[in-house]
T-cell receptor, first 111, second 113 residues
């Protein structure tokens, strides 16, 4: 079992719709969770961090964490073509808090 | 500096040569990470430095790869006797501590010919 798993996609949504990106992790002791956006040919850019169960909202982005289910998600409201990118879930794993990434979900927002 | 700085941005080297990649983290950040990303692939963990603790080297793919972090700041990733399969983008990130958000540099694109 991979430490951090994401559906590779592509996930296609129409402009203006809600995009829902999901991630599961295996280390039940994980404490910190992050979403990054990566445009083609660029380095990952931090979008959201979440540390407690529940929802955390920042503009059009909402991160959701459920530690009991070992599940973290990212919702993007009013999706725009500029949101088209690969979204990486990252989790701090292990006693040393190594930052482990999923393989990413490619999002395509269509006009 | 304002962000994580990596150099060089691009490096082309001949198979069998040694290369050094440099990462200058955000000032004051105690944690530093190296990842490798091959074309169209995800981020592969290489090594993690946290303060004065022994680094987590569990991701280094072979003994040709090594990294050091001098004075708790700048880090150098060294690849000896480069092979074509080493061609990738090498990304460095730093964070304020072992729990906080990590920020990436622009990466070094390594091409082994």
């Amino acid at each position: 079992q991979k430490e951090v798993e994401q559906n590779s996609g592509p996930l296609s949504v129409p402009e203006g719709a809600i995009a829902s990106l999901n991630c599961t992790y295996s280390d039940r002791g994980s404490q910190s969770f992050f979403w990054y956006r990566q445009y083609s040919g660029k380095s990952p850019e931090l979008i959201m961090s979440i540390y407690s169960n529940g929802d955390k909202e920042d503009g059009r982005f909402t991160a959701q964490l459920n530690k009991a289910s070992q599940y973290v998600s990212l919702l993007i409201r009013d999706s725009q073509p500029s949101d088209s990118a690969t979204y990486l879930c990252a989790v701090r794993t292990g006693g040393g808090n190594k930052l482990t990434f999923g393989t990413g979900t490619q999002l395509k927002v269509e006009l | 500096g304002a962000g994580v700085s990596q150099s060089p941005s691009n490096k082309v080297t001949e198979k069998g040569k040694d290369v050094e990649l440099r990462c200058d983290p955000i000032s004051g950040h105690t944690a530093l990470y190296w990842y490798r990303q091959s074309l169209g692939q995800g981020l592969e963990f290489l090594i993690y430095f946290q303060g004065n603790s022994a680094p987590d080297k569990s991701g280094l793919p072979s003994d040709r790869f090594s990294a050091e972090r001098t004075g708790g700041s700048v880090s150098t990733l060294t690849i000896q006797r480069t092979q074509q399969e080493d061609s990738a983008v090498y990304l460095c990130a730093s964070s304020d501590n072992g729990l906080a958000e990590a920020f990436f540099g622009q990466g070094t694109r390594l091409t082994v010919v």
